[in-house]
């Protein structure tokens, strides 16, 4: 959003100047994640095809196309590496077409606690049809023109399309369908937002999206809360560490029964890298750096020194290297070994030969047992 704004703002004043600020928040985008770059890319330029000629005519049409292609010729080889090292992971096309179709209708991209939430994607998806509706009926009868939906209808099918075929690996991560729906979303409010509703009717729509958006993150607010009690389970391992050490957590399983005993049904593993915001307070070094164990951020691991191989699995299977002495880390942080039997077995059986090898010793062990930290002994 704030690439678009700049890009709109900047090309209503016309100084040749600002292109240099509008490639900084590109490489920036590309910095945070190659999905960003690529919708930034796609909204701004529809909005430069189809954005309504000046009395320049097509010479400014191509003033702004050149604009644009300078601002992002910086980060294209970027994207080019970063295909070529995604390889075939991205040719391989998305499955279930049709439940893909209907999981964006039902706003399956805003699900993360349990079916509850379904009442209210209901809502608000019944909303966002009523307000299309309403703009379907204004185009139709000519109160606004279509030039100025026609850059962000665009985007929005094309944002639709990719949440249903395209496969997850092409921007990186496990969770990347949403987001493609979470975008499209917004650029449909983007687009109604640019047409001249009637002032009740505006009143009715803001009003009925504002007490919908209150009672979903009343429940979401809820949701969260209930997270507190494993969280400050998982801090409190926090006084063992020291800074200027080394520490690898390991989860065991994904955790859903809170220490008070309260049951959290999510989709997302919520604890997997919580281990990343204790190391960031007490200055110590993570071994399961999560941006580093993937293909996509810009700092990676060397070849062959990630630290996990098969993270995806519970537990994750330590890499060959950790066995030398010099690289064995000073602290094991084992989460949810008590909760659940491990995915695993084989893993867990390394991890436990590995305890003995190195004679890691037990420092903590959280009130419930869901938190284990190993030192090893020097």
């Not at 709109?8 to 910095?31: E, F, P, V």
């Not at 185009?139 to 099918?157: D, M, Y």
């Not at 999206?209 to 949701?223: D, E, H, P």
């Not at 991890?351 to 010793?361: R, S």
């Amino acid at each position: 959003m704030l690439v678009l704004g700049y890009w709109q703002r900047w090309t209503c004043n016309g100084k040749n100047s600002g292109i240099w600020g509008l490639a900084g928040l590109i490489i920036l985008l590309y910095a945070a994640n190659p999905l960003t770059y690529l919708v930034s890319g796609l909204l701004l330029g529809l909005l430069a095809i189809f954005q309504s000629p000046t009395k320049a005519g097509f010479a400014a049409f191509l003033r702004r196309t050149g604009w644009l292609l300078l601002a992002y010729l910086p980060t294209l080889p970027l994207l080019g590496w970063y295909f070529w090292q995604k390889g075939t992971a991205t040719s391989a096309p998305a499955q279930h077409y049709g439940e893909n179709f209907a999981d964006w209708l039902h706003l399956e991209p805003l699900a993360y606690f349990g079916s509850a939430e379904g009442t209210y994607r209901w809502l608000v998806a019944g909303l966002i049809l009523l307000a299309l509706a309403g703009a379907s009926w204004q185009l139709l009868r000519r109160q606004v023109q279509l030039k100025a939906v026609l850059p962000w209808a665009t985007g929005t099918l094309l944002l639709l399309l990719a949440y249903i075929i395209l496969p997850d690996a092409i921007s990186g991560g496990s969770i990347i369908r949403p987001r493609w729906g979470l975008l499209s979303y917004l650029t449909i409010l983007v687009a109604l937002g640019a047409l001249p509703w009637m002032p009740r009717l505006r009143l009715f729509l803001l009003g009925a999206g504002t007490i919908i958006a209150i009672i979903f993150l009343g429940f979401r607010f809820q949701k969260f809360a209930s997270l507190q009690n494993g969280l400050a389970e998982y801090r409190s391992v926090s006084p063992y560490l020291t800074p200027g050490t080394t520490l690898l957590p390991l989860t065991y399983a994904q955790v859903t029964r809170m220490p008070n005993g309260q049951d959290v049904k999510t989709y997302i593993s919520i604890f997997s890298h919580a281990a990343s915001y204790l190391c960031i307070e007490k200055d110590v070094f993570n071994y399961d750096n999560y941006e580093a164990n993937t293909e996509y951020f810009p700092l990676t691991w060397r070849p062959g020194c990630a630290p996990l191989l098969e993270a995806e699995q519970l537990p994750a299977r330590l890499a060959p290297f950790l066995y030398q002495p010099h690289h064995a880390p000073t602290y094991l942080l084992l989460w949810g070994r008590q909760a659940a039997p491990a995915a695993s077995t084989t893993n867990a059986r390394q991890i436990a030969n590995y305890i003995n090898h190195f004679g890691y010793v037990l420092r903590f062990r959280s009130a419930s047992g869901l938190l284990e930290l190993y030192q090893r002994p020097f």
